[in-house]
C-alpha cells in the first residue's frame, strides 16, 4: 500500500513565500511522475507543478516563473516552494503520484489528503 503525507499548508500573506513538502511511503521500488494539485472553492481541480523521475518538470501558467517544484528520488519525496504569493492561491493543494511500483503491483495514480492554503492580508 501506498501512502501520501502532505505536509507545510498554512496562512501566507500576499508577496510571501511558503513550502509544501509530500513524502509517499510504502515499499516503493519507483515512481514515475509526482506533482501538485490544487482545488480551490468552487473550482475544479488544477495542475500546479510535476515532475518525472528524470527531473523533467511542468507548471501550471498562473504559477511559472513563482513556484518551483523540486523532488528527491531516494526519498520518495517531492517539495513544491511558492514565492510571490497571491490571493488566488488559496486552495487545498493535493500531492499527486503517478505509476506507483511496490513489489510486483504498480498503482496507476495515488493522491495524497490534501493541504489547505491560505493567502490573505
Known amino acids: 500500500q501506498v501512502q501520501l503525507v502532505e505536509s507545510g499548508g498554512g496562512l501566507v500573506q500576499p508577496g510571501g513565500s511558503l513550502r509544501l513538502s509530500c513524502a509517499a511511503s510504502?515499499?516503493?521500488?519507483?515512481?514515475?511522475?509526482m506533482g501538485w494539485y490544487r482545488q480551490a472553492p468552487g473550482k475544479e481541480r488544477e495542475l500546479v507543478a510535476g515532475i518525472t523521475d528524470g527531473g523533467s518538470t511542468v507548471y501550471g501558467d498562473s504559477v511559472k516563473g513563482r513556484f518551483t517544484i523540486a523532488r528527491d528520488n531516494a526519498k520518495n519525496t517531492v517539495a513544491l516552494q511558492m514565492n510571490s504569493m497571491k490571493p488566488e492561491d488559496t486552495a487545498v493543494y493535493y500531492c499527486n503520484a503517478v505509476r506507483v511500483v511496490v513489489g510486483g503491483d504498480m498503482y496507476p495514480e495515488v493522491w495524497g489528503q490534501g493541504t489547505l492554503v491560505t493567502d490573505h492580508s
Open positions: 510504502g515499499s516503493i521500488s519507483s515512481i514515475n511522475a
